[in-house]
């Protein structure tokens, strides 16, 4: 079952006074087909740097996308299942199609959830345990830990028998380029 999130957002009424605009569940909830158990809650999205806080517009309402627009963020929470109720029938090419990602997976990879943003993310474990996995090795993230991702090629792997739920803030980044080569020729010292 996934897990539902309450969302309460703030505004202004038209005298200009602080409100509460909305209190309620997260509408904008997207479970992926090909990867059961594994669901995207998008709480917010900012379009731009500065962000602006005009307007009664929810900001989220929009089809879930894995990356946030040019210059803007998103708030994320995500519920990975156990590796055990997916890995062995993920499509990762239609999970990563699904949002609009299809250019971060990483073809080259025996993991199907291997792939790479255009972003940095601030994860934060709020429930369970999830390994963060990396070209070289991974690490074991519990609840109140935070890792950093800076574009790199990652993927997530829940090893034990329970869920683990993370916040998420995407934020636009310049993408890396390609992994340049050690040059074989030798530099010249200054004199």
């Known amino acids: 079952m996934i897990w539902r999130v309450r969302r309460v957002l703030t505004g202004h009424d ?11 569940f997260a509408p904008n909830v997207k479970e992926m087909a090909s ?5 995207l809650t998008d709480l917010w999205e900012t379009r731009g740097a500065p962000a602006s806080n005009a307007g009664l517009e929810d900001a989220a309402d929009r089809p879930v996308r894995l990356e946030p627009p040019k210059n803007g963020s998103i708030l994320r929470i995500v519920e990975f299942p156990p590796d055990s109720q997916w890995r062995s029938r993920a499509d990762a090419r239609e999970a990563f199609g699904s949002i609009g990602a299809g250019h971060a997976a990483d073809k080259r990879s025996s993991d199907p959830m291997m792939h790479r943003t255009r972003t940095v993310d601030y994860i934060i474990v709020l429930k369970g345990e999830i390994y963060a996995v990396m070209e070289k090795g991974a690490t074991l993230l519990r ?3 935070v890792l950093v991702q800076r574009g790199t090629n990652h993927s997530w792997s829940v090893r034990g028998s329970e869920p683990c739920i993370v916040a998420a803030v ?5 993408p890396l380029g390609p992994k340049k080569k050690a040059s074989s020729r030798k530099t010249k010292k200054r004199k």
């Open 35 to 39: 990867m059961p158990g594994l669901a």
């Open 14 to 24: 038209p005298e200009g006074k602080s409100t509460i605009i909305a209190d309620g």
């Open 170 to 174: 995407l934020v636009s980044a310049k």
């Open 143 to 145: 609840a109140g830990d």
